[in-house]
């Protein structure tokens, strides 16, 4: 007995919705950083969710580029929080309003 | 020498080109040499062209150079130069007078600051005239016209850190571009009709068929060649100074004198007396404008006579007698007599210089002071200048023999010949006015006591030889120019008329202007102009002789008080413009800036400006610079985008 595709499309929804939620309200560099890789892996469960539905597999095939290019961005983006850790002692993200016009 | 016509006026333009741009770096001396090389080499060869071209024999009389065509769609006008009898009449006039005028201006303009932008501006200032009378078109001519008006803007503002002189550049400017705007006018209805400015394109084209241009009415009213008749005496009108434009031309006597002498005496205001003989073709087809040219010319030869009797200021009297002189020649070329106009130019050319330069001198020696209540008794101080200008003086009232006795009586005797009895009095009374203020002029300045100061008195000194010896000549100039042109009484042929015969084109079916008369009725009018010139000599003797100042020896003025308040404040004519035209201008302009200007126009521009600052002022709150809003921003976005997607 499969699980329907519904299923997994709502775990994919309620896991990118959590992901946007922390993303947007969390303060600290790290947790918005998970944050995002959570909405990411939401994606990628659709992918591979449709995959299995239509017995095909180029969405399992997106997902991998899609977990490449995450680990490219956790480097370079953990990169980035430790250079500002060291110049400012904090990764709070409110305290980062240099753009401010 | 005919091939380097084309030198004639370029010469000029190179001195003043090298005296304006690199004579900073010059000594005085080579500055001079230049100013004075470049008219001299256009004079040698005038007169060698003019050698050549008499001695030769050319087609229609007319010899043509054409530089290059300016060529512009169907535009197509030669940048050509042309010698025929009319242009080399002027010809010599502007390269003799004004080549002398140059001499003068070493010694006058020595000592002044400026030396080198005087001598810039005026040998553009020949550049400019010499293309104007050498031009074989309207457009060549009018380029030259504009150069000599803006050349006679700079010179009139050339004392440009005292308030009057700019001012009165501004205003001859101003006033002529007027008269220029009906001059453009009246090319653009003849290009329009034949497709050509050339002289000698248009000019047998409508001697030919002169039905063509006097049949329907074209513009206002008026046949075409009455309406470009019109036109073109309107520009006649502002640089020629005549009523009522002539308002720019006593107030021109700002700049320095030799400009007076060269520029608003002899030569640029001439021009509006050349165009008109120049077009006389289209002014014999063109009556009615002719009568108007001749009474315009008549008002205003006795208007400024009448100003010029009350005037205290020895340029102001000359500036009048020149508007007045101007007066007659345009009388004389509505009549028909274009050969007495020209005629009047050249000797006006020679007696006027003669005048302005001799005042000059005086002006010189009384260390810049022109009111001729201060002087009187410089003819022991000024020998040389006292008696050229008494010659000048003679010349110009019309005594026998003298050159404008001749060309003036010629102009009476049109007046008369063509039967306007009242245009001929008006005329018989300006030469009497001439010559009354003229000798009032010579009585005032060179005799009785010395009334000026103490200190004048001292500095009292005759010119040096660069100012007196071109006196000297143009006096001579002014005794003899009018022998060119006896009348028939006096010898078997009037040589300058002959001379002018082939460009007074006859249009077909139309009578030549005929001023003969009997022999008697000659002989006659020459003894009544004599006569009045030498009353108008009495009088001026009778009130300012038998050493006499201005204040004792204004008889008449003290009889007659109103009329000389009125002759002394120009008819107030100044004033009147100022209300009727200068006040309400200013009014309009001051509306269109006032208002439309700053109100309107910059109004739209800032609320412009203002909407776009508020907007910024508005739109920069969402720029926080809290990471956290931009990436709300990104996400909201991203969700209208999808929501678009999928819904529309």
Redesign the interface.
Known sequence: MSVPISWYLLLSAVLFAIG?IG???R?NGIS?FLSVELMLNAANLTLVAYARQWGQHTGQIIVFFVMAVAAAEAAVGLALFIAVFRQRRTID??R?????? | MLGLLWLIPILPFAGAAINGLLGKWFPKSVVTAVALGAPLASLVIALGCLWEYSHGSFPNGVYEQTLYAWTAGDLNIPVAFLLDHLSAVMLFIVTFVGFLIHVYSVGYMGHEEGYRRYFSYLNLFMSAMLMLVLGNNYLVMFVGWEGVGLCSYLLIGFYYDQPFPPYAGKKAFIVNRIGDFAFLVGMFALFAHFGSLTYHEIFPKIAADPGAVTGAPYALGLPLASFIALCFFVGAMGKSAQIPLYVWLPDAMAGPTPVSALIHAATMVTAGVYMVVRSNVIYQLAPGVSLFVAVIGAATAIFAASIGIAQTDIKKVLAYSTVSQLGYMFLAAGLGAYSAALFHVMTHAFFKALLFLGSGSVIHAMSGDQDMDHMGGLRKHLPATFITYVVGALAIAGVPGLAGFFSKDEILHAAAGSGHWVLWAVGLITAGLTAFYMFRSVYLTFFGQFRGTHEQEHHLHESPPSMTIPLWILAVGAVVSGWVGLPKVLSETNRFQDWLAPVILHPAGLAAAEHEMSTGAEWLLMVVTTLVALGGIYVAWANYGRDKGLAEGQHWAARLPVLHRLLLNKWYVDEIYDVLIVRPLAAISRFFWKVVDTFVIDGAINAGAFLTELTGDVGRFSTTGNVRNYALYFFLGVILLFWWIAFR
């Open positions: 946007a993303a947007l309200t303060r918005i993200v409110n980062m309003n240099l753009l401010q016009g």
